[in-house]
């Protein structure tokens, strides 16, 4: 496991941005019910660890993705990151709405994109990628190349390393669902008893019921 992924696992657990409840699941926008629940937003309120995501991502960025022309965020998580991040970068800054606005200009990206642009995304977590990958088409469709995704946190469900895979869009996350349960088993955040029931949901989460 990577040195970065346990960090940042750390962070997101000292600041209680995981939350377990086994016996009383969260419903997600999908209608799944799950036991685990990131809320890697509440990082924009500490501002040493705000600055550390920016860091980080803007590192992975610069590490992986050559000649970025401009920085994408999904509205409305990434918006923050992304655009520390594009600042970071000295480049331009777009987000992608999940839909059109529904009056003025009727956008989906707002900000100016050129056709033939390179454009990098910022996500803050990604679950199935169903959203993540609406904004890669989205970008696709105003005729720039998305040469790849950074993200916060992601959960690594099958479904979703399917979709980035048939999609061609290279995913790189700070931290993931495997990093932050061995770091919360042994930092005594979770019980080793929870353990099997957070494995089990993991493996088929669009029917699980608790």
């Known amino acids: ?36 629940y990131c ?12 600055t550390f995501v920016k860091v980080e991502l803007t590192r992975v960025i610069e590490e992986n993705f050559h000649n970025v022309d401009a920085i ?10 992304g655009a520390l991040v594009a600042d ?19 956008n989906t ?5 050129r056709p033939g642009m390179k454009v990098v995304v910022v996500e803050d977590l990604v679950s199935t990628g169903s959203s993540s990958l609406k904004a890669v088409d989205a970008i696709r469709n ?8 950074v993200a916060s946190f992601s959960y690594g469900f099958d479904v979703a390393k399917k979709a980035f895979k048939d999609a061609k869009v290279e995913l790189i996350t700070l931290t993931n669902y495997d990093a932050v349960l061995d770091v919360a088993l042994k930092t005594g955040y979770i019980d080793e008893s929870e353990l099997p029931l957070l494995q089990e949901w993991r493996k088929d ?6």
């Open 142 to 149: 105003n005729g720039c190349e998305v040469i790849g995704m």
């Open 109 to 113: 990206i707002e900000g100016d994109l």
């Open 88 to 106: 970071a970068l000295s480049l331009p800054f777009v987000y992608v709405r999940s839909k059109p606005k529904d009056h003025g200009l009727e």
């Open 39 to 50: 809320d890697n937003r509440k990082t924009l309120s500490y501002p040493q660890l705000r």
């Open 1 to 36: 496991m990577k040195v970065l992924e346990r960090l940042f696992a750390e962070k997101l657990l000292r600041i209680k941005a995981i939350k377990l409840q086994p016996a009383n699941p969260f419903t997600w926008a999908s209608g799944w019910k799950s036991p685990f």
């Open 72 to 81: 994408a965020g999904v509205a409305t998580g990434a918006i923050p990151q």
């Open 205 to 210: 989460p669009a029917h699980w019921n608790g």
